[in-house]
Structures are given as C-alpha cells and as structure tokens.
C-alpha cells in the first residue's frame, strides 16, 4: 500500500469502514482489434453495513499534481485521461461499480465512489475547484463521485493519533513520531 494510501485507509476507518487494498476488476471493452479485457484497479474498498466505498487515491506529491482535463477525460493526450478511467470512462466505472456491488453484496445505490488527492495542480482554487465540480456532475452508483483533498484527511488521521492507544500502523505511528518531535506545530507557534 502507499504511504498516501495508508493515510485514507486510516480516514476511511474513522467513518466505521472496513478498509482493502487494491482491488482489480475486470472490464471488457471494443478496440479496434476486437474485445479486449481488461482489469481496473480499485486503490482502496471501504465496507460497513450501510455503504460500499471505492476509492481512487492520487497523491502526486512529487510531481505538478492533478490537472482536471486529465480528471475530466478531456486532456490532448490520450495517456493522461488513461490514469482516471475508473472515474471519466462511463463504461470503467460503471462495470467496475456494479460489479463491486455485487461481489460484495451491496445494492449499486450502495456503493459510491471516492476520489482521494494529495496534491491538485495550479494555484489553490484553480485546478481543485474544476475537478470537484466536474466529479459533482458524474453521478455513479450513490450520487456524485466525492473528492476528497490531503487536508481532509489528514484532519481525521490527526484525531485518531491523539489517542494513546498503540496501532502498529506505519502512517499513524509516523504522525505521532512528527507530532512527538514538535514537527507538526505551525512554524509561529
């Protein structure tokens, strides 16, 4: 699992889930040399008894970040919109919804679909707004794929290490050692 990976795991579980790893599932689509299959990985499954979450997490943080065209499935090259067909490939992400729903017994108005970014390309208010409203627009499974950005989780990840209960969990154990060490405390404080 990825260290930003980890971090939603620990998000997803302060919201009662049941947390996987990636998951792939198989979509079979028309190319131009005929029907081809294809597996699609699903980076994290959530599961409680109410709601089937999958979620798609980019954190891009040693790179520009995430460019809505590529979210969007409208960028030049093709290759970029590739990264995001679990979220702009109708076909993907439909295929890969129903058939999470029903391998794991949920109905599809069950099961909702999550975007998890570390890093957003641009300014802040330029490529993060244009792909929340554009995940606003996409209705899959429960409703509109929710985005969800580093600072969100990081907020729900901070709680759960101010408990002093011990978890062997690398991502929590190593917000604690930052926060133990002062790390953690704004640069004024």
């Given at each position: 699992?990825?260290?930003?990976?980890?971090?939603?795991?620990?998000?997803?579980?302060?919201?009662?889930?049941?947390?996987?790893?990636?998951?792939?599932?198989?979509?079979?689509?028309?190319?131009?040399?005929?029907?081809?299959?294809?597996?699609?990985?699903?980076?994290?499954?959530?599961?409680?008894?109410?709601?089937?979450?999958?979620?798609?997490?980019?954190?891009?943080?040693?790179?520009?970040?995430?460019?809505?065209?590529?979210?969007?499935?409208?960028?030049?090259?093709?290759?970029?919109?590739?990264r995001y067909a679990l979220l702009n490939n109708p076909l993907v992400r439909d295929?890969?919804?129903?058939?999470?729903?029903?391998?794991?017994?949920?109905?599809?108005?069950?099961?909702?679909?999550?975007?998890?970014?570390?890093?957003?390309?641009?300014?802040?208010?330029?490529?993060?707004?244009?792909?929340?409203?554009?995940?606003?627009?996409?209705?899959?499974?429960?409703?509109?794929?929710?985005?969800?950005?580093?600072?969100?989780?990081?907020?729900?990840?901070?709680?759960?290490?101010?408990?002093?209960?011990?978890?062997?969990?690398?991502?929590?154990?190593?917000?604690?050692?930052?926060?133990?060490?002062?790390?953690?405390?704004?640069?004024?404080?």
């Amino acid at each position: 699992m990825e260290a930003f990976e980890s971090f939603v795991a620990l998000a997803l579980e302060t919201e009662g889930f049941v947390v996987s790893e990636a998951l792939k599932f198989s979509v079979t689509q028309q190319t131009t040399s005929g029907l081809q299959s294809h597996g699609y990985e699903v980076d994290l499954v959530g599961a409680r008894g109410d709601r089937l979450v999958l979620a798609s997490v980019k954190s891009y943080f040693g790179s520009k970040g995430v460019f809505a065209e590529h979210v969007a499935g409208v960028a030049a090259k093709p290759e970029h919109n590739k990264r995001y067909a679990l979220l702009n490939n109708p076909l993907v992400r439909d295929t890969v919804v129903n058939s999470a729903a029903e391998r794991f017994g949920y109905a599809v108005e069950q099961t909702e679909l999550r975007f998890y970014v570390g890093k957003f390309a641009g300014r802040p208010g330029t490529h993060d707004t244009r792909v929340r409203e554009w995940c606003a627009s996409q209705h899959v499974g429960a409703g509109p794929i929710k985005v969800i950005a580093v600072d969100e989780v990081v907020e729900k990840v901070r709680a759960i290490a101010t408990s002093t209960q011990y978890r062997d969990n690398a991502a929590l154990v190593a917000l604690k050692v930052l926060d133990a060490a002062g790390a953690l405390k704004a640069p004024n404080e």
